[in-house]
């Protein structure tokens, strides 16, 4: 499975928001981080591992793109993917620089 979605943020944001919204400490979701690069994050979960990018967008729609993939169904990429059509350059967690 594999959603794309495009977000006002940039990339560097949609990975701080991944890493806080599957492995945080307030996270619901149980998760660990496996890998990482410039522009992926890849987590580890009880049934799979979800991968998630965010990269300039190369059609222009917006500044980033984002897909989030994995082997199985998992209601969370759906939450994570709307999570992160909501937020803004405006809209931040606390401590956040963008």
Do not use: C, N, Q
């Amino acid at each position: 499975m594999t959603l794309e979605e495009t977000t006002e943020i940039s990339p560097e944001r949609v990975l701080r928001e991944a890493r806080e919204f599957f492995t945080g400490d307030d996270s619901v979701y149980t998760a660990w981080l496996e890998d990482e690069s410039d522009t992926h994050l890849t987590f580890g979960t009880f049934r799979s591992k979800i991968a998630v990018s965010a990269f300039p967008d190369p059609e222009g729609e917006a500044p980033t793109r984002v897909r989030v993939s994995t082997l199985r169904v998992d209601d969370s990429i759906g939450k994570f993917m709307t999570y992160i059509r909501t937020l803004t350059p405006e809209t931040a967690y606390e401590g956040a620089e963008e």
